[in-house]
């Protein structure tokens, strides 16, 4: 999703949304995606 365009702090709420209600379930896999940057 970031690599989309969505915003680091708004991807896991999005790929939530869109696509797996599951999907980025750790700490850590959050983590990762607030820190990912294009």
């Known amino acids: 999703a970031v690599l ?3 915003p680091a702090g708004e991807a896991v709420a999005y790929v939530r949304r869109h696509y797996d209600r599951h999907a ?7 983590r990762y995606v607030r820190r990912f940057t294009v």
């Open 4 to 6: 989309d365009g969505v």
């Open 24 to 30: 980025v379930e750790t700490p850590w896999q959050r």
